[in-house]
């Protein structure tokens, strides 16, 4: 008989990193975490974290590509928040967006910047 | 050592604060100790102060705040150490409840770091009410700019700071490091010679200094929310020997002769937001 219990680890996100998680780093320390886990099969649990920044959601979805073949890695109890990220991130591993940002500034003299503060 | 008084802002505005920045470290020599007078300020915001934080930190400069009108203020945000540590965060905003501390975000720290970071996206968070949306826009720029500081500059200590003026229903963002700035960052990953204003152009084109999909539109993003988003009333990035200004929309880059920042600074205001916020045609 399988116990079940032994094949499954929930990892809870906000008690090993944080309630926001914010750069590329800490999910290294994640990684490292997993990594001691024998369980094939992980459960990230999101509960309480509030927001991932989109370096840190392609760093997580980077992250369990890599460990795919050893682990099983679900991402459970995400808020909207975190889910959207994870999704838009996801799509954009999948199809790159090609439209790169317009930035047509105007390029302005420190003595006429100076000027305007008083404008 | 020498003495850099810090001159007084023209008025309250983010360029009136650049201005006074400027103008203190116009004669400063890169990474020399000087010792800073702040007699001269009565009032002074994030784009001013956590800068001078930042360099008395990295180089051991002194400064003088006993005849400082602010000195209390300045004590109360633990102006120049900032803080490293949680707990002591948590203290000082119980302690202070308008003042917010300055953050010393060290590399090492690893998860504590992320905590203190998330300590003060939460603390600005519920300065700023909890209007739906609000979360992910007044948090994704900070994350994101935070972020970057650590991956890029390959310095450990990164610095953030935030003010809100309850009167003018603002609230003013600075995020620092010393490190090396994305002209040496261009350079030294992708081997382009820019110059800085060339290399903050690079930046808001969303050109990664990294070579990996999906990188590079952290501080354009974050540009984008806090003016379209958030409805910000200015957004100053500084790099080197250049800057990039944008008010009312308008993008302004500067070269910035007799000064060069080593590392970057970041700055930006938003009102408290009043309606619903919403991110989501940034991410895509």
Request: with cysteine; net charge positive.
């Amino acid at each position: 008989m399988v116990n079940i219990k032994k094949i499954h680890k929930n990892l809870i996100i906000s008690d090993l990193l944080a309630s926001i998680i914010s750069s590329r780093d800490t999910i290294d320390i994640l990684e490292k975490i997993i990594k001691k886990v024998d369980n094939k099969s992980i459960d990230l649990d999101f509960s309480n974290v509030k927001f991932v920044s989109r370096s840190a959601a392609y760093a997580l979805l980077s992250m369990r590509e890599k460990l795919q073949v050893k682990k099983d890695i679900y991402f459970i109890n995400t808020n909207k928040n975190v889910a959207n990220m994870l999704r838009v991130v996801a799509a954009n591993r999948i199809v790159p967006q090609k439209k790169k940002p317009e930035f047509n500034p105007k390029k302005t003299s420190i003595k006429s910047l100076f000027k305007k503060v008083l404008a | 050592m020498e003495k850099i008084i810090i001159p007084k802002p023209r008025n309250d505005s983010l360029v009136a604060q650049f201005e006074s920045l400027y103008k203190t470290f116009a004669s400063i020599q890169s990474k020399k100790s000087v010792n800073f007078d702040l007699s001269l300020l009565d009032w002074v915001c994030p784009l001013l102060i956590l800068p001078v934080s930042a360099y008395i930190n990295n180089t051991s400069s002194n400064h003088d705040i006993e005849n400082s009108p602010i000195k209390s203020y300045l004590e109360k945000i633990n102006f120049p150490d900032g803080i490293d540590s949680i707990s002591l965060f948590q203290q000082r905003v119980q302690k202070h409840k308008s003042y917010i501390p300055i953050s010393t975000l060290k590399k090492d720290a690893g998860a504590s770091r992320e905590r203190l970071e998330a300590l003060f996206s939460e603390k600005i968070y519920s300065i700023l009410g909890s209007v739906p949306g609000a979360q992910s826009a007044v948090t994704y720029p900070i994350a994101e700019l935070v972020g970057n500081i650590f991956e890029h500059s390959k310095k450990d200590v990164g610095f953030v700071f935030g003010q809100f003026y309850p009167i003018k229903n603002y609230l003013d963002i600075c995020i620092v490091d010393c490190g090396r700035g994305f002209t040496t960052a261009y350079k030294e990953e992708k081997r382009l010679k820019l110059s800085d204003i060339d290399a903050i152009s690079e930046v808001m084109r969303g050109n990664s200094v990294k070579t990996e999909k999906e990188r590079g539109y952290g501080i354009w993003t974050s540009r984008r929310i806090i003016s379209d988003v958030l409805k910000g009333g200015g957004f100053v990035l500084i790099s080197g020997s250049a800057g990039l200004i944008v008010r009312d929309g308008k993008e302004e880059l500067v070269s910035l002769p007799d000064f060069y920042w080593q590392g970057v600074i970041i700055a930006y205001r938003i009102p408290k937001p009043l309606g619903p916020l919403d991110i989501s045609q940034f991410l895509e």
